[in-house]
């Protein structure tokens, strides 16, 4: 190469991210070395959270986090390796994991993207909820055998249509079959565990079937005056002792129903949650910055009376309440139908209106390219969403993933949940690792947590930085992740800087926290 | 929006693929759903084939070839779809595919990733090659316990370090064992088949493991003077009947071995490639168009003297044999080790000596991101490759997706290998798909037909067209694809040209074949 063309190359005025277009006829091993370090720190500079200078604390906390991550993929190379395994049997793996006990102290900034009936832990809602007094239960006639709950004074009369059984008191129940077996059963009908997942949930179909099983029994055991602001709140404690400060809630707002059978409108379950949290944050003002309510519709096909009363009920919620309430999705197995583009009307109407009701909507959630689901993608920008839930299919898509890009939307991976519920088996091909290493707006976030057994963040942290991330990749990522769900939340600006405070006080303690650990002073 | 914006969109002045960087505050039903009709027609554009016009016949035959691909994702999204499983069990679902049975018919132009071994049909390496006499076998220590062949006259004496028992007459063996039993072991050895291979190779390590015992076992029965010319051309029978015309065969170039133990120089094997090339050519003149040889050095670290001399011997086959030759490459397992940078004094000679070899390298078949083989990739674009092999790992690398759509370098994609050697499980999740929708420079190929049971190409090809692409891309994506192997081909212009008028005229008998096999004129 002429000298004064390398020269041009290493100083960056020649395109960044592709010197290789010089070619480099009777080129030295030196020259070529440069240039081969140059390709790899404009590559490097692509990562999510390279911009990000490291103190020297962060420095040396960087240095033990890389070499805990070397030695894992290491010993994943020969063993295995815990992002290629489902969560559900590979869960062990990740506790013994060095890396992980870091990132459970981390403070984690806020999730953005989880489903308000799987926060609270499946295994404190059996030992709590379900030995309240008054509780009925009925086995449903699906292939796994869920159940449905219901808090009643007096005998709930006829059971479901979906059931198979009458009501059944718990107590009774639990009683006749004895506490230890009755409540594993219940674990087994609130979670998707069990030892066999690939052959248990083969495909997409067969897993979600059993997730939503779980999802409705805790939904009946969630709406309903007994239980549900005990069930919020104990949900935020897990939260921020799982060092997380921030949440947005995402929630169908059905109505709370009284022991008597009467049930409140949604409106007063919205106030509930209110009250919960800001009852929550007085507890931990030091801990908890908060949070907003995403209020989601259930995408049923011909729902779409019920569903302008619902965009319209955000409406109001958003203009009464705008400290609280974020905005609207809609919610459910996209592969089983209703697109957005069914509810255009129904979803144009804020903006006809006037009104900017943010959406953050799911789309995309799916491997079936080409299909009506594949591109809720596409109307979820056209719709000018404000960030996009899974975005699974984006690589598919060059026209979203530059308009993500450009307007900043982010894309909120929820790495466990993709991979129990089946839409990609090893992590490392989970597109959010290539979303990573071109510096597309992401954040990371659980979905449904309580359904696998995980922590409200740190196990999907942890998949994030292992599996999505590469081998060099270390507290730089961790750090913009975190400060991402900051940056890309509903927050307004002023909130974003209190919780920017809370968090980064947080992020010192931790710094140092771990250093001590590892015997630094 | 304002008309003026809208027509402007419309008409394509504003940037092309995000035309939803326009907002549109208070838009109506109509409008949005012409915005979304522009997006979605900006993002079909970008797929591989967009830009092919269809003449009549061909839409037609698109149209009962996207009827038939529509039925096998519904049904694959009701019960089990082919491309999610495992090709070593899922293959019976391909072969009742109406999609497949069109595009085993289809010319598909050639194939450009292949190794030498594995081209001829194993079942037919067993019923003839370890038939003929004077051949045996020892059993190998590796976990799967592969087998060693060898030809001789007499006794071979001691049998090679890596064999547990002595060389054993293979006609003796067969007799004792009886030929059904015995020529089922064989296959069994020779190929990765199993009922259960996420079980037997639940990893990539496990896996390669299988595999390279097979490739070992044929690797012994291709490179010798007994059987070698017979098993060059079985494989390109093989082709032939999958409607493949041409091909660029990798070889390690063994040198072959006569029956008394004398082994010839590489150079021969090579004169013997090129032999059975031409006399293969002459006898099908009308349904191939030749084939290149690409010298591939095994990637052993430490091998450096020995690669050097490989090098220098590629560069002398290009000088004398251009039309037979197309370049050089490095082989085997990535993730053990010996990346391209290894090797970077003996990758630059051929330029420093102002020689111009071609380079074909295998990059990126990995999941670890970040460690040397993930590298490779950078080396493979910084050493100026003219395709790259796999590059499963390129999504991971924004300055390599830039360069190779810039340069125009195809990447090789193989989706069955991928699978089998447990890249990837679910084949919608191959980085392929990603490729496809922005049309990336890409060519589908199958590495290792052989050690899995599949056909030359039509497999591979049914997978990209299901697996990588959505459902509703249709013909001219398997049309693109066919274009693709003769202008990323080693050919010259000339030796395209010829090859393209014999291609396009099997594609116009394929098309009028088919749309009467479904009853039109």
Redesign the interface.
Known sequence: METWIFVLFVIGILPG?????L???????NN??E??KA??A??TK?IVGAGIALNDKEKKLNEILISAKEKE?NSG??T?FAP?MNFLVGRYLVEQSAVFNIIKQMPKGGILHIHEISIADPKWVISNITYLPHLFYCVRTDFFSSLHFKFSENPPGTPPSDCRTDWTLVAQSRAEIGAEVFDALLYTNFTMSTPHP?EVYP?T?MSWLRFQGALTALTDLYFNTVSFKAMVKQGLERLVQDNVQYIEIRTIMNGLQELDGKVHPPEYTFQQFKEAIEEFKGEFPNDFSGAKIIFTSIRVPENKTLILEQVKMAMKLLKEYPECFAGYDLVAQE?LGGPL?DY??QL?YP??Q?VDLPFFFHAGET?????SV??NL??A??L?TSRIGHGYAI?????????VK??GIAIELNPISNQVL?????L??HIG??LI??NYPVVVSSDDPAAWGALPLSHDYYMAFMGL?????GLTLLKQLAMNTIKYSAMTTDEKAVATKLWQAKWDKFVGDVLKQYGYP
């Open positions: 991210l592709c010197p290789s277009i070619s480099a006829p009777q080129e030295s091993r070529y070395l240039r081969r390709f790899l404009a590559e692509q993929v190379f020969s295995t290629t690939d495909n179909t592969d583009v255009i009307d144009l903006s006809q006037g491997n079936w390219e080409g299909t594949d591109r596409i109307d920008i056209l000018n690589n598919k898509h060059p026209g979203v993933m530059e308009a450009t307007k089946h839409l990609v088996h090893d490392r091909n690792a290539g290493g071109d991330a590469g081998e060099t990749t």
